[in-house]
Structures are given as structure tokens and as C-alpha cells.
């Protein structure tokens, strides 16, 4: 029931809250599994941080043939947890087994950044967002900002809300390149 307004070109625009995107994509949302992981580390304040920052600049610096696609793998996960461990945090294995791939993407992530820095991190975090999968998939279809609404119109219709984990989302039908 929102007030519907028309822009100079002749778009439809609602009013009443705010810019509302033509298309909606929600992000991604923790599992249960990894709410659980979460809450487990509450208790110990920045020691999780603390340890993960450690794990990337002495990953970085022990492997000096690491490219920025690396994937992280169990063995890097193994080692995060014995630190961890050692830096007096203490999580159930389980608990930590069934979070491995948020902490891989933190992982990959503080890696990326001991490395590379800040823009490669963005494009490692960006390379599995859903949000920049969907507007890349609309701007490589579409010429024009005209196309880019025809685009997104036909996106919006044509992408029914599943759910993911436990959060209801609309997933892009493709990747991009």
C-alpha cells in the first residue's frame, strides 16, 4: 500500500520509506550450525578475532606461493582450530566442524588481506555474494540503462523466493564469469 510515483522517464517508483531497489536479493544468513559457532566465541570476546588475524599474517608470510584464489583448505582449517585452541579458546569440535565453511570464508578472507590487502579481499568476498552475482548477471544482459530496468523487471518476475539455510532469498539464476 505503498504511494506510487513516476520518474521524469517514466518508471514507477513507491514512495513512503526510502529508495526500495527494483530487485531484491537478500544476503545470505548464518545457519543454525554457524549461530551456534558464534555463540559459542561470544564468551571470549576478540580472542577469535585476535587468533584469525595471527593465522593470516603467518599464513601469508609461510606461503609465499599462495595466489589470490587459494582455497582454503582442511588443513588450514585444522591449524586455525589448534590456535584457537592454544590462544584459550575453547570450541567443541563439532561446533567447529559444522561452521567450516563461514570460518573458511573468514579464513580465506584474513589470509587474502595479510597478503594482497583490502581490494583483494573485496573481490574474494564479492566472488560468493549472491547481491553482485545477480546486478553483474543484469548489467551483462542489458546495453543500456533502459535494458538494465527491462532487465531487472523480467529478473525480478522470473526469480521466485527459495529458501536458503533458513532465510528466504531470491538466488540468481546464473553465475557470471
Known sequence: NKPIFKTDGGRKVYGGGGIHPDVVVMPDTFSTPERVFLTALQKYGSKYGDARFTF????????????????????????????????????????YNSASSWVS????????????????????????????HAALELLEKSADPKALFVQAERYDKSHTPTVVGEATTKKPAATPR
Do not use: C, I
Open 56 to 95: 593470516g599474517v603467518r599464513y601469508s608470510q609461510q606461503h609465499p606461493e599462495l595466489k589470490p584464489s587459494f582455497p582454503v583448505s582442511s588443513e588450514m582449517l585444522d591449524s586455525f582450530y589448534k590456535l584457537l585452541s592454544e590462544r584459550g579458546v575453547v570450541v567443541d569440535r563439532p561446533v
Open 105 to 132: 570464508k573468514e579464513l580465506g578472507a584474513e589470509v587474502t588481506r595479510a597478503k594482497w590487502g583490502r581490494e583483494e579481499v573485496n573481490k574474494r568476498v564479492n566472488s560468493d555474494d549472491p547481491q553482485v
